[in-house]
Each structure stands twice: as C-alpha cells, then as structure tokens.
C-alpha cells in the first residue's frame, strides 16, 4: 500500500477510514473536500484543482479520500495501488449524514472546510444520495474491477468490515 483511494457514498465513514489508515501506515491523507473547496467554502477554479490532483497522483505515496470530479476520479484509480470502495447499505449513509449535522449543532465535523456550511453539505449529500443509484452500479465495479489487475481492490458492504479494515489489512 503507497497509493491509497478511498471511496464512496456521503456519510459512508470515508474520512474517518482515511485517517485510520494514514495513522497506521505513515501514508500522508489527502481529503479532496480540502483541495475541491477553498476557505470560504466555495469549490475552487476546476484548473485549480486539476493542477492539484494530478501534483497529488504524481507523488510517491498517498491516501485520497473523496469522489472529486468523474475524470479525476479515473485518473485516480489508474495511478492507485489500493483501491477502497466503501460500499455501505444506503440507510446507514443517509443516517451518517443526517447524525454528522446533528453533532455539527455542537462541533464543527473534523475535516470539514473552513467556511463550508454543514447544513449546506448536508442538503448536497441528500441530494447526492437521492442520484447516487444511476452512478453506484454494478456497472461500476465491474469497471473498478476491470481497471484494478495489479491492485488491491476492496469492497467495504458492512459496519463490521468498515470498522476491521485497517487492522485486517494495513496493520
């Protein structure tokens, strides 16, 4: 593991996988809700991040957490070594969201952009939930499997399988 991609749904527990991993491997973790928006909570010029992106998959180790655009996410997958698909029931994505802008009444959500509205982000991430059918396919990990000989693939589909990642498989 040098070149980590960890994906999926909103609420899935993306981040909180990430920071695992990166604390047991020494890999450095790259959020891309953190390149994607700027400080005021406003996505950053596409050439921007762009620039970023490709600086990122061209270093010699790294986790990246997050979808990003459709073009960066494939050129992701074809630089990655490891690719993590957190693949949760969408009940339990739905409920992670709507529990991060409960907790979010209290605490900002670590990781979170400086200046992004957690409601805001929430109301996305229902949204993008609602959409998420026609792009989370079958179709789709066929594809990841397609493009992942020569690499780990891993499909997290439970709670249990989330929270043993790390231990079963970085450790």
Not at 63 to 79: M, T, V, Y
Not at 140 to 145: E, I, P, T, Y
């Amino acid at each position: 593991m040098k070149k980590i991609a960890v994906f999926g749904k909103p609420g899935g527990g993306k981040s909180t996988l990430s920071k695992k991993l990166a604390a047991a491997t020494g890999i450095d973790l790259y959020p891309l809700d953190l390149i994607e928006y700027g400080k005021n909570g406003e996505r950053v010029p596409r050439s921007e991040y762009s620039m970023a992106h490709e600086k990122l998959i061209n270093s010699e180790n790294w986790i990246i957490d997050g979808l990003g655009s459709l073009d960066s996410f494939w050129r992701r997958i074809d630089a990655a070594d490891t690719i993590v698909y957190i693949d949760l029931p969408y009940w339990v994505h739905y409920w992670w969201v709507t529990k991060r802008l409960i907790k979010a009444v209290f605490v900002k959500p670590e990781g979170w952009p400086d200046g992004s509205s957690v409601l805001k982000g929430t109301l996305a991430s229902w949204k993008y939930l609602r959409l998420s059918p026609k792009f989370w396919t079958p179709e789709l990990f066929r594809k990841l499997q397609e493009s992942s000989t020569n690499k780990s693939l891993y499909r997290i589909k439970s709670k249990s399988e989330l929270n043993s990642f790390v231990t079963k498989y970085a450790e």
